[in-house]
């Protein structure tokens, strides 16, 4: 059974930093693309980053780009995100995905970590 | 980057009935267009890929149409459990933005 379990949310100033995991069971990580989507408190649903299965692609939203990191340890079945110079608007639910091939489809999703950004 | 619009914003209906929500792209995206459903406090699931595709385990009252720019999302009869919001999102470049969301209410 696949599964995506992301951990390290939680209470953060503005302008501090967060690292959040995902670890990944039930299938072969080490081929699959990953993506981080957030959803902001009674909103929508936000694509964030995107990695390819061996790290070599990598895409951010405008809205983190320069401020967060995306990447992954095949070894350990697990992707990441540094979250750095967190502001207000980075409070949300963030969920790992897995991008299945063809089509780029996101076919799973973890249950989410909540990130609250306030002073 | 590439818009997605969905209509409606919201939707109000009856066990039984047909629907439609509708998702617009900016600018062509082929066929690289999903579809999620979302109930609260939980995370999405794939309904619809490549625009028309059933995912696995999803009822086939769900259908997906289009290609281009224009694509619909179809439930055929409305069960109570299919009561949730629901995105439409592109997967043709990045960023892989989502549509607004249709919240599908009881009527």
């Known amino acids: 059974e696949v599964q995506l379990v992301e951990s390290g949310g939680g209470l953060v100033q503005p302008g501090g930093s967060l690292r959040l995991s995902c670890a990944a069971s039930?299938?072969?990580?080490?081929?699959?693309?990953m993506n981080w989507v957030r959803q902001a408190p009674g909103k929508g649903l936000e694509w964030v980053s995107y990695i390819s299965s061996s790290s070599s692609t990598i895409y951010y939203a405008d809205s983190v780009k320069g401020r967060f990191t995306i990447s992954r340890d095949n070894a350990k079945n697990s992707l990441y995100l540094q979250m750095n110079s967190l502001r207000d608007e980075d409070t949300a639910v963030y969920y790992c995905?897995?991008?299945?091939?063809?089509?780029?489809?996101?076919?799973?999703w973890g249950q989410g970590t909540l990130v609250t950004v306030s002073s | 980057d590439i818009q997605m619009t969905q209509s409606p914003s919201s939707l109000s209906a009856s066990v039984g009935d047909r629907v439609t929500i509708t998702c617009r792209a900016s600018?062509?995206?082929?066929?690289?267009l999903n579809w999620y459903q979302q109930k609260p406090g939980k995370a999405p699931k794939l309904l619809i890929y490549?625009?028309?595709s059933l995912q696995s385990g999803v009822p086939s009252r769900f259908s997906g149409s289009g290609s281009g720019t224009d694509f619909t999302l179809t439930i055929s009869s409305l069960q109570p459990e299919d009561f949730a919001t629901y995105y439409c999102?592109?997967?043709?470049?990045?960023?892989?933005?989502f549509g607004q969301g249709t919240r599908l209410e009881i009527k």
């Open positions: 600018q062509s995206i082929s066929s690289y």
């Open positions: 490549a625009a028309s």
């Open positions: 039930g299938f072969t990580f080490s081929s699959y693309s």
């Open positions: 995905a897995r991008e299945r091939f063809p089509m780029a489809r996101v076919d799973y």
């Open positions: 999102q592109q997967s043709y470049s990045t960023p892989r933005a």
